[in-house]
Structures are given as structure tokens and as C-alpha cells.
């Protein structure tokens, strides 16, 4: 079946780093693929989606390539800012119903 | 235009209560999603609803649990007797028709089984 395999964390930075969370796929086709982000205390925000190969998707100076030849779709952002801690989930939509599978989440700490 | 609503927030009920969860759907959305997080797990799907219609319940253990989504009013996730391995923080998601992949998720319902 369809899995997401995101890499553990948590991971540690310090201000203006470079991050790079890995996350890969195992599905059957090509399905849309999802970052999402979690804040403490709050339900999941979607920080950004591609949903074909070569797509990237972007936000918030966040971004992820759908690389097919790798089932692939690693999330980097050029410089991290204390705001960015939280919690990043990779995900995939499942099956017809749209529901999505998740990775089990990589804790982010950004320290001044 | 209010966000994904779910209370309660927090819920502690002994082994063998009753535990009822709500979820109300951005305004215009006919579609719900339950997810299940365990601790150091990530979102386990449960259940998708539209109104008063369960569409895929693949995710849904068995037994205890169940899931509604009424003409009018919130959608409830309901588990019957519960037990230790219930506590988990439940999320309920909601989508816009055409756009199953765009799920707008609520603040979460922590629920604690002592």
C-alpha cells in the first residue's frame, strides 16, 4: 500500500540555517504530495502541495520538489527563523476519497 | 470565515465511559475527515464523511467507535467504552466539494483515558 517515510527527528538549528527535512514515498501512480506544518497547541496547517512530477511547490520561503525518480519530495528552506519550529509532516493522498497518509512528523527547533 | 471548530479541546474520561468528540466543518464545506494521532506516531486516516453518509470508513477500528455526520449540525466521533490505547489527540478535517485534497484541519480533540 501507500507509505510515507519522513526522517526522524527532532532537528536542531540554529537562526538563518539551512534545513532540509527528507521525506519519501511509496504509491501506486502518482499522487499528490503535501507538507504540512504544526504548530504547538494547533491542528495541521498545509504549508505546500505539488501535484504532479517536477511540480515544486512553495510558501513561506519553503520548498519541495516531486521527484518521480527518487519518490522523492524533501522540503528545504534557505534560512530558518525561531518562528519556524514546529512540527513538519510529509504526506500523500491515499486513495480515491481523498483521504491523505502522513509521515510520522519531524520536530523542528530553530535557536537565536 | 471561521477555521475547522472541535470540542472539546481536551477530554479525560475513565476506562469504560463514553467518549464524544465534535467537529464543525469550515462554512461550505460538505466534506469530513477523522484522523487519529498517537504519541509519536503521525495521522492515522479513521474516517471520511459527507453529510449524513459515511463514504469510507477503511480506518475505523472495528468495534467501539463510530462515526456521523448529520444534516444539520456538527460531525461526532463517538467511542463506546473506552479504554487506555483510546488516548490519542483526534483531528477532524474538513474539504470544499471538487477538492478532497485541500483539507482545512481543526485545533484537535486530546483525549485522555485514565
Known amino acids: 500500500g501507500n507509505s510515507v517515510t519522513q526522517m526522524e527527528g527532532p532537528v536542531t538549528l540554529s537562526e538563518e540555517a539551512f534545513l532540509t527535512i527528507n521525506c519519501t514515498y511509496t504509491?501506486?501512480?502518482?499522487?499528490?504530495l503535501f507538507w504540512y506544518v504544526q504548530y504547538p497547541g494547533e491542528g495541521l496547517q498545509l504549508l505546500l502541495k505539488?501535484?504532479?512530477?517536477?511540480d515544486k511547490g512553495s510558501n513561506k520561503g519553503f520548498e519541495a520538489t516531486y521527484r518521480k525518480e527518487t519518490t522523492s519530495f524533501h522540503l528545504e528552506k534557505g534560512s530558518v527563523q525561531v518562528s519556524d519550529s514546529a512540527v513538519y509532516f510529509c504526506?500523500?493522498?491515499?486513495?480515491?476519497?481523498?483521504?491523505?497518509?502522513f509521515g510520522k512528523g519531524t520536530k523542528l527547533s530553530v535557536k537565536p | 470565515n471561521a477555521g475547522v471548530m472541535q470540542n472539546p479541546r481536551h477530554l479525560v474520561r475513565r476506562r469504560g465511559q463514553e467518549a464524544r468528540l465534535r467537529c464543525s466543518p469550515m462554512?461550505?464545506?460538505?466534506?469530513v475527515y477523522w484522523y487519529r494521532q498517537l504519541p509519536e506516531e503521525g495521522l492515522k486516516f479513521m474516517v471520511y464523511?459527507?453529510?449524513?453518509?459515511?463514504?469510507?470508513e477503511s480506518g475505523m477500528p472495528k468495534e467501539r467507535f463510530s462515526a456521523e455526520f448529520p444534516k444539520e449540525g456538527p460531525s461526532i466521533l463517538r467511542i463506546q467504552q473506552v479504554v487506555r490505547g483510546d488516548s490519542a489527540a483526534y483531528f477532524c478535517?474538513?474539504?470544499?466539494?471538487?477538492?478532497?485534497?485541500?483539507?482545512?484541519f481543526g485545533p484537535g480533540t486530546r483525549l485522555t483515558v485514565t
Open positions: 478535517a474538513s474539504s470544499p466539494d471538487g477538492r478532497a485534497y485541500e483539507q482545512y
Open positions: 504509491a501506486t501512480g502518482y499522487p499528490s
Open positions: 505539488a501535484t504532479k512530477a517536477d
Open positions: 504526506a500523500l493522498v491515499g486513495g480515491s476519497q481523498g483521504n491523505l497518509i
Open positions: 462554512k461550505g464545506h460538505s466534506h
Open positions: 464523511l459527507q453529510k449524513e453518509n459515511i463514504i469510507d
